[in-house]
């Protein structure tokens, strides 16, 4: 199983200009999340999937923010247009069915830096 | 959101010492998870745990469901320079998917 897998690693962009970060969840996990993490904030949970259906997106700072997950494996999380408070990690996580307790698998993250 | 709070915050202890964490909540949860993170990776669950009172075992960690269901605790015996990173706590009210996660407690073992 190759977990789940973040693209990119890091991300260098100017102020202004649209960022995509992508996400592929474990195979099989019907839930998916996307959480941002800063020093100030710790993790922060943005927005969640179950069977790629938005659940709860009451986390995302701004409609600057926007998620999509059309199928069940990939997701994306666009930021548009990005500011320099924006930098983070963003973590994708994803978790499988079977009820309650199921811990979620994190990816490595995306680095993101808005100069 | 549900407001978890762990201590300590940071914490530098010798190799070979015991370590012990904890982390509160305001609200009775109805699952605990304790996870690590490794720098420049993301976090990486450790133990679980499902029910009220429960102590639970991976190796050197040892993670206990308190009582109250309001706190649960994470403790390390013989530290080594490996368990360096940040561990976070992470609870689960029981209603809807999702885990409220910790502020975080960094752990600095000096060789």
């Known amino acids: 199983d190759a977990g789940v897998i973040q693209s990119p690693r890091h991300e260098v962009t100017e102020m202004g200009q649209e960022v995509t970060l992508r996400c592929k969840p474990i195979s099989g996990h019907n839930s998916l999340f996307w959480y941002r993490q800063t020093m100030m904030r710790g993790l922060e949970l943005l927005i969640y999937?179950?069977?790629?259906?938005?659940?709860?997106d009451s986390g995302m700072p701004e409609d600057r923010f926007s998620a999509k997950m059309p199928n069940a494996s990939f997701s994306t999380l666009k930021i548009q247009p990005s500011e320099p408070r924006d930098s983070a990690v963003y973590f994708c996580?994803?978790?499988?069915?079977?009820?309650?307790?199921?811990?979620?698998?994190f990816g490595s993250g995306t680095r993101l830096t808005v100069v | 959101g549900q407001q978890l709070n762990q201590s300590p915050q940071s914490m530098f202890i010798q190799e070979g010492e015991d370590v012990s964490m904890n982390c509160t909540s305001s609200s009775i949860f109805n699952t605990w998870l304790w996870y690590k993170q490794d720098p420049g990776e993301g976090p990486v669950l450790l133990i679980a745990?499902?029910?009220?009172?429960e102590l639970t075992s991976n190796g050197r960690l040892t993670a206990q469901f308190g009582i109250t269901r309001k706190d649960s605790f994470l403790n390390i015996s013989a530290s080594i320079p490996s368990d360096v990173g940040i561990y976070f706590c992470?609870?689960?009210?029981?209603?809807?998917?999702?885990?409220?996660f910790g502020t975080g407690t960094s752990l600095t073992v000096i060789p």
């Open positions: 996580a994803s978790r499988g069915g079977g009820g309650l307790g199921y811990g979620y698998t």
């Open positions: 992470a609870g689960q009210p029981g209603t809807g998917n999702q885990f409220y």
């Open positions: 745990l499902y029910k009220a009172g």
């Open positions: 999937f179950n069977n790629n259906v938005p659940i709860d």
